[in-house]
């Protein structure tokens, strides 16, 4: 893995040496979930994955901010985001993994 980053391209190959897909059809098989994860969320639906989280757009109203720098109050529209909620399964691992030692996979 390089850095700390996680990317498509590390997915495919993990499920290209897992499940014995092809590399095509790996890459294919994580577009293609990744794809239905987001006509999902644009939908306003909420998107669970057990022992994994929950992910959910919420909208935001609009309000007056500050900036920090200048004092001036600044108009903040109202706008949607993207929330996620760890599952407790993986809150459980994450901790787990830190208090036994164990470290990330190491970075290629």
């Known amino acids: 893995m390089t850095g700390n980053t996680l990317t498509r391209a590390q997915l495919a190959e993990a499920i290209y040496q897992e ?6 059809e790996s ?3 994580v577009e293609t979930v990744l794809n239905e994860i ?9 998107v669970k994955i057990s022992s ?4 959910q757009v919420r909208s935001k109203g609009g309000r007056m901010g500050r900036n920090p720098k200048t ?4 108009p ?6 993207l929330v996620f909620r760890a599952s ?11 208090h036994s030692g164990k470290k990330a996979p190491a970075a290629d």
């Open 27 to 29: 890459a294919t098989l």
């Open 52 to 55: 994994f989280g929950t992910f």
């Open 88 to 98: 407790h399964v993986l809150k459980e691992k994450i901790n787990a993994g830190m």
């Open 19 to 24: 499940v014995g897909l092809s590399r095509s």
């Open 38 to 46: 987001i006509e999902s969320l644009i939908a306003d639906n909420m």
């Open 76 to 81: 903040i529209d109202p706008r949607k985001v």
């Open 71 to 74: 004092g001036q109050e600044v």
